[in-house]
């Protein structure tokens, strides 16, 4: 008998719900907040105030669009952490709330294993292009930088992370230094794609292990444009393209080098993308073109936060009876 699941997730700015038929999608809708952009990175107040808004449209659209009635749905999974306290508190009420309502089996997901497993997100009944285990994730977003080795679908453990600032993080501040709009990630990508990488060099860390930093290549950009700054003004402007190439190049060798260094001391060579910093292009290009690999790069949509990967750990954790109760508190911050 097939299991119907509600996903929802509202961790951040990004209040999404899906329903997913075993591993099917049925629907994903992710309502994203604008409010945030005239001040230059996520406001959580208001993040809250918008999901407390958004909630019920939402979950109301994705019922809708997969074409489902309330009543066929097996088991509502929310993202209980980590994120911002405020707007995981709207997600995990509507989800204790609904089940409470309907009398269904409630689910909580870490949304960094979510980010995970969104690989296993099947567009139809014929979709087979989900990574076998093990394999080793990069999982790149504004808050986490982390290479993951996945045993299996419930079973899983971060091999390295960083130890300052995640890989979203050092585009966005270094798109910031050079007076680009919040989030500076996909300008950065688009820029760059115009530049010649190989014109400056800044800072790389020298982190023994499998842990990433990237505050120091912050630093160094931003030591570097002042210097330059000082002495031509228009320095930014003029050499935005190759200065953008530079950096996108600086923060893929650093990635590349920890993700290498993991794949040859484990000796798996299936190779996972995760995470909103997964679009981009550079990053792609140079993890799909490494020699040996067997990449596997999701869908746009199911990269940065969305309910479809919640669901499909819901789905999981459903199988195997993983539920939980209405004293469930959603937390901000932890481990894996
Ligand atoms: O996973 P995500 O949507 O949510 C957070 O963890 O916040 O990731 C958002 C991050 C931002 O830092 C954004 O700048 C970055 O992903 N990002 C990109 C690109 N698209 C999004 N960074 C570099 N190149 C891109 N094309």
């Not at 045993?151 to 050079?178: N, R, S, V």
């Not at 190759?242 to 650093?254: F, G």
Request: glycine share 8%.
């Amino acid at each position: 008998m097939s299991i119907v699941i509600l996903g929802i997730e509202s961790s951040c700015d990004d209040t999404s719900a899906a329903i997913l038929k075993d591993e099917v999608i049925l629907s994903n809708i992710i309502s994203s907040q604008k409010v945030h952009s005239e001040y230059g990175g996520v406001v959580p107040e208001l993040a809250s105030r918008t999901h407390q808004q958004n909630i019920i449209p939402v979950v109301d659209k994705a019922i809708k669009d997969a074409g489902i009635k309330p009543d066929d749905i097996d088991a509502i999974a929310f993202t209980r952490g980590p994120g911002l306290m405020g707007s995981l508190l709207v997600g995990t009420s509507f989800a204790k709330g609904f089940a409470l309502a309907r009398n269904l089996p409630l689910i909580e997901v870490n949304h960094l294993h979510a980010h995970v497993l969104a690989h296993f997100i099947k567009e139809d009944e014929n979709d087979t292009e989900q990574p076998g285990f093990p394999f080793l994730c990069l999982l790149v977003s504004g808050g986490n930088s982390q290479i993951i080795l996945v045993e299996e679908h419930l079973k899983m453990k971060i091999l390295g992370q960083t130890i300052d600032d995640a890989a979203g993080e050092a585009f966005d501040k270094c798109a910031k230094i050079m007076g680009l709009p919040y989030p500076g990630g996909p300008l950065i990508d688009k820029y760059a794609q115009k530049g010649n990488p190989e014109r400056f060099k800044f800072n790389k860390p020298g982190i023994k292990n499998y842990d990433y930093s990237f505050s120091g290549l912050k630093t160094s950009f931003l030591y570097f444009l002042r210097d330059e700054m000082k002495k031509d003004s228009s320095f930014i402007e003029n050499n935005k393209y190759d200065l953008c190439a530079s950096l996108q190049k600086t923060i893929v060798d650093i990635l590349m080098d920890k993700l290498i260094k993991a794949s040859k001391d484990t000796g798996i060579t299936q190779i996972a993308l995760a995470g909103g910093v997964s679009a981009n292009s550079g990053l792609r290009n140079t993890i799909q073109n490494h020699k040996g690999w067997k990449t596997f790069i999701p869908k746009f949509s199911y990269t940065t936060d969305n309910a479809a990967m919640i669901a499909i750990t819901g789905y999981y954790k459903y199988l195997n009876k993983e539920f939980t109760d209405q004293s469930v508190a959603p937390f901000a911050r932890t481990e894996f």
